[in-house]
């Protein structure tokens, strides 16, 4: 992370960089250590004081933005649970800073750096946790090498098939298959 930090921080398009990616199958003749995606992670993220401070964490064109359908067709291109996680934001039902964060990220057409192999794990599934249970879809390989040193990407543009993986994990069939394994975990636990 402290490599991608120093590398694009000069990049205007990259808004975060993540310690986190979801399972999905890398591709073999896929050269580099990370990837570009338009969509936040709040699992295990880093990102610039100056990118930070420009965030409007009020949404103040909210009330504009969700009149038009094209607007959210778009914003639910990066996962189909977006517009609905924005829309219960906006409306006091959930208290989340992440889906305002995307939203600018989404407003602005800006990328979040994920690592090709994840270097960390969300451990936040069980009893204690705030917002999960049972059943842990983000569960991912782990790193286990002591690389230090990493293959980056010099233009920021999203590889077509991870593109397509990542989506299809935020899709409305791979999130409904998920909430069907966390009620049986609920149900046989």
Request: aromatic share 16%; charged share 25%.
């Amino acid at each position: 992370m402290n490599q991608c930090l120093s590398v694009y921080n000069s990049f205007p398009e990259v808004l975060s960089i993540s310690g986190y990616t979801v399972p999905i199958q890398i591709p073999k003749d896929y050269s580099f250590d990370v990837y570009a995606f338009p969509r936040v992670s709040s699992h295990g993220w880093a990102t610039w004081r100056g990118k930070w401070a420009g965030i409007d964490w009020e949404v103040k064109d909210f009330q504009e933005f969700k009149q038009s359908a094209a607007n959210r067709r778009d914003f639910r291109s990066n996962g189909s649970d977006l517009y609905r996680m924005l829309n219960r934001q906006m409306a006091g039902k959930i208290d989340s800073w992440a889906i305002r964060w995307q939203y600018h990220l989404y407003k602005y057409q800006l990328y979040t750096i994920y690592p090709t192999v994840s270097k960390i794990e969300n451990i936040g599934f069980g009893s204690d946790a705030t917002h999960t249970r049972g059943f842990n879809r983000f569960k991912t390989t782990l790193d286990k090498n002591n690389d230090l040193d990493f293959s980056l990407l010099q233009a920021v543009k999203p590889d077509e098939n991870i593109y397509n993986q990542f989506i299809d994990f935020y899709s409305v069939r791979s999130r409904g298959i998920a909430k069907v394994k966390q009620l049986l975990t609920k149900v046989f636990d």
